[in-house]
């Protein structure tokens, strides 16, 4: 009977955990679902927000990343938007996924004026909040793979910020990382509640930043 104790109590503290991790994946991705579009029905918005997805050893965007800012350049060819914020990791010397990205979309013909850099974005939740609090974004076209979409929505979207979505393929030859790209989310969405909920700082916030502002007004 005393050896039985213990072993509930694992029992209850793993059904608790288990609970909680469902809650959380469910709050998160099923509250945008209507806001995920396609590239060619998704309503027009100011700014594409364009979230880091690493860098190859060369120091050019990732497949991935790829995929994400050349959504990005169609959306602002077709006039959808008007600025493109592209956040991302920036904190080790040699790796710079902002710059990297810029210098992509830049050499596809988006003007220099219209990408704005954000070196802070270290996850999706302090992408999100920043791009609110530090850039003034308060409606936005997110960018990212299908599996990531609905958490990026969900954190912009607590973040205050008008968001809608367009994902991009996240095709790849390696299936071991089509598993484990879908796997992380469950923690990942567990963050992204708890974050919403204690409703978190980004590790860098910072004073507030006109750059977004400038590249709007340059294009009208």
């Given at each position: 009977m005393t050896g039985s104790r213990p072993r509930r109590l694992v029992?209850?503290?793993?059904?608790?955990?288990?609970?909680?991790?469902?809650?959380?994946?469910?709050?998160?991705?099923?509250?945008p679902a209507s806001r995920i579009h396609t590239l060619e029905d998704v309503p027009g918005r100011p700014v594409a927000l364009v979230l880091g997805a690493g860098l190859r050893p060369s120091g050019s965007p990732s497949l991935f990343l790829t995929r994400r800012l050349d959504a990005a350049r169609r959306l602002y060819e077709d006039g959808k938007v008007r600025a493109v914020l592209v956040?991302?990791?920036?904190?080790r010397p040699g790796y710079d996924e902002p710059t990297a990205m810029r210098g992509w979309l830049v050499a596809r013909g988006v003007p220099p004026s219209a990408v704005v850099r954000d070196f802070a974005g270290f996850d999706t939740h302090?992408?999100?909040?920043?791009?609110r609090q530090v850039f003034g974004v308060d409606a936005a076209v997110v960018l990212?793979?299908?599996?990531?979409?609905?958490?990026?929505l969900f954190s912009c979207t607590q973040a205050g910020i008008d968001a809608v979505g367009v994902s991009v393929s996240s095709s790849t030859d390696k299936p071991r990382n089509f598993v484990t790209y879908r796997l992380r989310e469950g923690p990942a969405a567990v963050k992204a509640a708890s974050d919403a909920a204690?409703?978190?700082e980004p590790k860098h916030l910072g004073d507030?930043?006109?750059s977004v502002d400038e590249a709007l007004a340059a294009r009208h």
């Open positions: 029992g209850w503290l793993l059904l608790l955990v288990a609970v909680a991790v469902a809650g959380s994946f469910g709050w998160v991705q099923v509250s956040s991302g990791d920036s904190s302090d992408t999100c909040v920043r791009a990212t793979q299908d599996y990531h979409l609905r958490r990026a204690l409703d978190t507030y930043d006109p």
